[in-house]
């Protein structure tokens, strides 16, 4: 198994672990807000539960395919946390066209997006800079 292939199925593990947060008792409070941040809704849960099958079949199939899934998904999440840092809003939950540009504070933009930027940045550095399989 090629590095792209191990990066693909651990980004997996972390996909699932983000589309279970809504189901893990204590995880949210009684607004649904997870570590008091986060409103996942059945829209996030789902496009976290797609990526992570989308990442566990490229990692399961070549080097080629999860290199793939690494350049694709970093790109798409990296452009999601980037456009929810400057207007509050992404595209991914279709947040951008049900919600427009938000009013938020500039500190929780950052912390609402760092952790599309921070996999989008990761995915897209490791499809890029990771040695290929010979």
Not at 26 to 40: I, K, Y
Not at 55 to 82: E, H, P, T, W
Not at 102 to 125: E, R, S, T, V, Y
Request: net charge neutral; no cysteine.
């Amino acid at each position: 198994m090629t590095l792209h292939q191990k990066t693909s199925i651990g980004f997996f593990v972390v996909l699932l672990g983000a589309a279970s947060l809504n189901y893990i008792p204590g995880v949210t409070d009684a607004d649904g807000v997870a570590f008091g941040v986060f409103a996942l809704d059945i829209f996030d849960d789902a496009l976290h539960l797609a990526s992570a099958i989308w990442a566990l079949v490229a990692g399961l199939m070549s080097s080629r395919a999860a290199r793939q899934f690494l350049l694709i998904f970093g790109a798409l999440y990296l452009g999601d946390g980037v456009l929810g840092l400057i207007t509050g809003s992404g595209y991914l939950d279709f947040g951008i066209f049900n919600y427009g540009v938000q009013d938020l504070p500039f500190g929780f933009k950052i912390l609402a997006n760092l952790p599309h930027i921070g996999l989008g940045a990761i995915a897209l550095a490791s499809g890029l800079f990771l040695r290929r399989a010979k």
